[in-house]
């Protein structure tokens, strides 16, 4: 059993020709329950890499940290142990990511399909991911005796490698330049039209960007208020473990405030001066989603820099204050503490109450799947206005192109969440 997060999506005929749509996420509570079970509870640091196929580095960096802290250890102590190792990690794997879903997916859905080279390069760094799991899965925090100087070495060295694959990677099939080099020019939206026109016949990213600008500025536009981030603060954070911890069913369908929200990118850099004027001139559409996780992963990069020339890891910023750490802790009762981590989709949130032994005995996660695509949430608002705009001019006589609204909402989709498979059903 991997969680891979699957969304279904079921399309349906309606009166008058027009097309109904359900987005409908079915992911359980199953793997987590699992994991906390007498039986699993010893194993769960070694089985969370194998059952989830969606960030498995964030996964495990929750896991832990939230452990951690139950058990009262600080989260520069923490970091103090690992080398800041599962950071890093989850910044990286969140880079590999975007790099396979922004030249792979997005070249797909373009038409502009990546070149055998471009597929080894990516293959080459999620299996380097693949290598730094192996390390964090060596590293427990709660044992630190297990942790020697060596093994630490060789991490660090592994992380440093892949840095510096991932960087060339995006530069060479992301960005057409360095990262840092797009994320200083590209500071506005006559920028990002030049830069998309101009890699337009060579990155895909590019190609799908100026699609997007080219469309309606409603296109995948949702509604839905942000969510905090993972260093929102203790208030927070404690009414997010508690209603995780023992309100049935609200890890699966969360809500903050009473209503639905969004998270990813957009929330991490919607200050950035691209994207605030994306989502001034359009709202937070297809293409402000994209300029936001474009200039999210030159960020990261840039923070990862930074972070790996730190040579004090435990306190989360480096000397120069220009990375922090992608994952915070909170503990508010003995044996029980939550972990807020930064992926590339989103906020992950782990809730666990842990025994003597520092063993998970109740463990509950809501991924950024739970807040895209919960009921009448980001995901629901955008293909629901997406085929407001279909139904508009069906008729019995021209009813809504199945293929054509499919192939669209994808695309509105992808903006919103690019890494969550999508599994679309057709009624008759």
């Known amino acids: 059993m991997i969680e891979s997060g699957t969304v279904h999506i079921d399309l349906s005929p309606k009166p008058g020709g027009r097309a109904g749509v359900v987005v409908l996420n079915a992911r359980t509570n199953g793997i987590a329950r699992m994991l906390a079970s007498p039986e699993k509870r010893a194993k769960a640091r070694r089985l969370i890499p194998l059952l989830y196929g969606l960030c498995p580095c964030a996964h495990l960096a929750s896991f832990d940290a939230a452990r951690a802290r139950a058990v009262g250890l600080c989260d520069a102590e923490r970091r103090a142990r690992t080398g800041a190792l599962p950071e890093r990690a989850v910044l990286l794997e969140a880079v590999v990511e975007n790099l396979r879903v922004l030249v792979m997916d997005a070249g797909a859905l373009s038409g502009l399909r990546p070149d055998a080279a471009m597929l080894r390069s990516i293959g080459r760094l999620r299996a380097e991911v693949a290598t730094v799991l192996q390390h964090m899965a060596a590293m427990d925090p709660l044992h630190p005796e297990a942790i020697d100087t060596p093994h630490r070495m060789a991490a660090t060295d592994t992380v440093r490698a892949l840095f510096d694959d991932a960087r060339e990677a995006a530069a060479t099939m992301l960005f057409g330049m360095v990262p840092e ?51 929102a603060g203790p208030a927070f954070a404690e009414e997010l473990l508690y209603r ?44 402000s989603l994209l300029a936001a996780r474009l200039t999210d992963i030159a960020a990261m990069l840039e923070a990862l820099r930074a972070s790996l020339g730190d040579s004090d890891t435990s306190s989360g910023m480096s000397p120069n204050g220009r990375w922090e750490t992608p994952l915070s802790t909170y503990g508010f009762r003995a044996g029980e503490a939550l972990c807020l981590t930064e992926t590339a989709r989103g906020l992950l949130a782990h809730a666990v109450s842990v025994n003597d032994a520092g063993e998970a005995v109740r463990l509950r996660i809501t991924s950024p799947t739970e807040w895209q695509f919960s009921p009448d949430g980001p995901g629901q608002q955008a293909a629901t206005l997406l ?36 599994d679309f059903h057709r009624h008759a």
């Open 244 to 287: 995780m911890m023992h309100e049935p069913g609200f890890d699966l369908a969360p809500v903050w405030k009473g209503a639905t929200r969004l998270t990813g990118a957009i929330v991490r850099r919607l200050r950035e001066p691209l994207v605030a004027g994306l989502v001034a001139l359009r709202g937070v559409c297809a293409v």
């Open 181 to 231: 080099a797009w994320l200083s020019d590209t500071t506005s939206i006559e920028a990002m039209e030049a830069w998309a026109a101009q890699w337009n016949d060579k990155l895909p990213a590019a190609r799908l960007a100026r699609g997007f600008l080219m469309r309606p500025a409603n296109f995948g536009r949702v509604s839905a208020p942000l969510l905090p981030g993972h260093n």
């Open 387 to 422: 085929a407001r705009d279909f139904n508009a001019d069906a008729t019995e006589e021209k009813p809504v192109d199945f293929e054509e609204f499919e192939s669209l909402l994808r695309l509105a989709l992808f903006g919103l969440d690019a890494c969550v498979p999508l």
